[in-house]
């Protein structure tokens, strides 16, 4: 192209846009976008000040589905700009009339609509600079027309390996698509487990199979889809998993098992969330979480137990919670031979029942009210235990059993009872030898 050939372009391009501008349907359609623009204000928010839902930021306890309907509200100019542009576009064609400027206002508005989206939708910094800094552009481009071009060019930047022919818009395409998705099949997750978790007609053993079948199945259409993003014959994909499905079974049969073993475990109910259980192998802790592979179980003193779900399922397990929440524990102690029991019986059994946490009262049945016995007859005193019963677990906050230590030991003491020391006899046989 010469120099002359670049003088015409431009001045034609020139004559063109002094055309379009001293066109009066370019100041038609300038004052339509200036109505549209103030109609849609005035909707959006007439509509989020007259439902409250849209309108009050919820607290970080509200519903999810309450969140979501909130961040709704902060989208609606754009959507009903985009919607009565629409609108306006084909009335302008329908007079034969070239709709140039509300073509434009109509991608500004659908890029403002995406980067809303993307505000109320988004809250991870790094994904809301990866939709900003590559899904816009894109948009942009394709809003343009110009995007067909950059995939064409793309298409042909490949190398093949084998039989497989990989090309940079391929690689483009999966990387893109594949992130959109693993953030929307985490995002949906979150959402979907927090709207079952709030139902309260559902009891915890049903939430946590609703929320397991949940993120399996969500699970299995995002790998599907991106499958398909990728290119990959589902078909194809069918016939050679039959044919590898048997030893990749074999290889995975713990997993398969341990996935199995969560869901009959949540089905019969013979665990639930909250439950604090014995292993086998003398671990305790409560039960916090059920994963696909694993339950974590809790310790007091703050450790997660990662436990395969098939143990809970194959090896001994105790329940301490699982049926009713009230315990039944001992304290043991000692008193000497002369003290008097029954009195000293009665006196412990009124202490220990003023404890808060201690199940007492004359409404208790008399089996669960706090009891003191002999236990046995020591070498150096009578060896005595309190049983008692209350609600949850005897350890962490619930250190019953400590404080009604101290509480026998401070009542001993008050009547003038002493806990024995062990204590030997010693006898001299014919003292006269001993000379």
């Not at 893109?176 to 139902?199: D, M, N, P, T, Y």
């Not at 949940?214 to 299995?220: A, Q």
């Not at 009604?404 to 030991?409: D, G, R, S």
Request: hydrophobic residues 45%; negative net charge.
């Amino acid at each position: 192209m010469d120099y002359s050939s670049v003088l015409t372009f431009i001045n034609g391009n020139y004559q063109k846009g002094f055309e379009l501008l001293s066109s009066t349907q370019t100041y038609v359609q300038l004052a339509m976008l200036i109505i549209i623009y103030s109609v849609a204000f005035a909707i959006a928010y007439k509509v989020r000040h007259s439902i409250a839902i849209l309108c009050n930021e919820p607290d970080e306890q509200a519903h999810p589905i309450r969140k979501f309907a909130f961040r709704i509200g902060g989208v609606l100019f754009p959507l009903i700009a985009i919607f009565l542009l629409q609108i306006s576009r084909k009335t302008v064609e329908n007079f034969e009339y070239s709709p140039w400027v509300i073509q434009v206002a109509l991608s500004l508005a659908i890029l403002l609509f995406f980067n809303s989206i993307i505000r109320a939708f988004v809250t991870h910094y790094y994904a809301a600079s990866l939709f900003r800094w590559v899904g816009l552009p894109i948009l942009f481009l394709h809003l343009i027309g110009s995007l067909p071009v950059i995939i064409r060019a793309l298409e042909e930047i490949s190398i093949k390996v084998g039989n497989v022919d990989i090309s940079a818009y391929g690689v483009v395409r999966v990387l893109v698509f594949g992130g959109f998705l693993f953030w929307l099949g985490r995002v949906s997750r979150s959402f979907g487990k927090a709207v079952i978790k709030r139902q309260e007609s559902l009891d915890i053993p049903t939430k946590e199979v609703f929320s397991k079948l949940f993120e399996v199945t969500l699970f299995c259409i995002i790998i599907l889809l991106l499958l398909n993003v990728m290119g990959i014959n589902l078909t194809t994909l069918a016939v050679f998993g039959g044919a590898v499905g048997v030893g990749i079974g074999l290889g995975l049969q713990s997993i398969a098992s341990n996935f199995i073993s969560g869901i009959i475990i949540l089905l019969d109910r013979s665990l639930t969330v909250g439950d604090f259980v014995e292993l086998g192998d003398g671990q305790k802790g409560f039960v916090r979480e059920f994963r696909m592979r694993y339950a974590v179980i809790e310790t007091y003193d703050g450790k997660d137990i990662l436990v395969p779900n098939e143990k809970f399922i194959s090896d001994l397990l105790v329940n301490w919670t699982h049926k009713d929440p009230k315990q039944r524990y001992r304290v043991d102690f000692s008193v000497p031979y002369a003290t008097d029991v029954r009195s000293m019986v009665e006196i412990i059994k009124i202490a220990v029942s003023k404890h808060p946490q201690v199940i007492s009262g004359e409404e208790v049945p008399f089996e669960e009210r706090p009891d003191c016995e002999i236990d046995s007859f020591g070498d150096s005193g009578i060896n005595m235990f309190v049983e008692f019963w209350m609600l949850g677990v005897d350890d962490g906050k619930n250190r019953v059993g400590g404080d009604l230590m101290l509480t026998i030991l401070e009542t001993l003491k008050e009547h003038g009872i002493d806990i024995p020391f062990p204590q030997r006899e010693v006898r001299i046989l014919n003292p006269e030898q001993q000379g």
